[in-house]
């Protein structure tokens, strides 16, 4: 059975940092892409990074790009998300999700950004 | 690439056929999913490639479009399907639509 666990979520001052993880298991972790996506409070889900299976290749939305950095493990089937400069505008549900379209997701770890 | 849903929120009566739009600012290239959120939990795959049916997703879903233009249809809607749905587009970049809440009448 797939399984993604996120962790590492939290509450921050604007201008912290925070990194994310998300622990896979029940498939090949190192044949697949990984993504994160997000949830404001009561809004739409927002893609923000891919990261290809080898790391050869990363993506970003504009909206977190040089901010964010995505990256992974596959010793330890592991995926991050390191988050800098954060805004309250980051305050979100993060969700990883495999490969695009995305049959299986995490079930999300809140960040809240507030002074 | 854009997506728009519409309506933003339905409100339909159990055994209803039922139908949500997504409109693409591009054309989408039947690269097009449908998601359903309940409240609290983290989105499900019901529709990926226009219209293939993910696994265990009942029947009473399914998907149609092309070009910019793509649907989701209940045929025979149930309680358990109030959720708010989202649109996806994975031909061009990643992109959500903005959703459309389904409430029972």
């Known amino acids: 059975e797939v399984q993604l666990v996120e962790s590492g979520g939290g509450l921050v001052k604007p201008g912290s940092s925070l990194k994310l993880s998300c622990v896979a298991s029940?498939?090949?972790?190192?044949?697949?892409?990984m993504h994160w996506i997000r949830q404001a409070p009561k809004k739409g889900l927002e893609w923000i990074a891919l990261?290809?299976?080898?790391?050869?290749?990363?993506y970003y939305a504009d909206s977190v790009k040089g901010r964010f950095t995505i990256s992974r493990d596959n010793s330890k089937n592991t995926l991050y998300l390191e988050m800098n400069s954060l805004r309250s505008e980051d305050t979100a549900m993060y969700y990883c999700?495999?490969?695009?379209?995305?049959?299986?997701w995490g079930q999300g770890t809140l960040v809240t950004v507030s002074s | 690439i854009q997506l728009t849903q519409s309506p933003s929120l339905l409100s339909a009566s159990v055994g209803d056929r039922v139908t949500l739009s997504c409109k693409g600012s591009?054309?989408?290239?039947?690269?097009l999913a449908w998601y359903q959120q309940k409240l609290g939990e983290a989105p499900k795959l019901l529709i990926y490639?226009?219209?293939s049916l993910q696994t265990g997703i009942p029947s009473r879903f399914s998907g149609s479009g092309s070009g910019t233009d793509y649907t989701l249809t209940i045929s025979s809607l149930q309680p358990e399907d109030v959720a708010t749905y989202f649109c996806?587009?994975?031909?061009?970049?990643?992109?959500f639509g903005s959703g459309t809440k389904l409430e029972i009448k």
């Open positions: 591009q054309n989408i290239n039947n690269y």
């Open positions: 490639n226009t219209n």
């Open positions: 990261i290809y299976y080898d790391s050869s290749n990363k």
């Open positions: 999700a495999k490969s695009t379209p995305f049959a299986y």
């Open positions: 029940g498939f090949t972790f190192s044949s697949y892409g």
């Open positions: 996806y587009q994975y031909n061009n970049g990643f992109t």
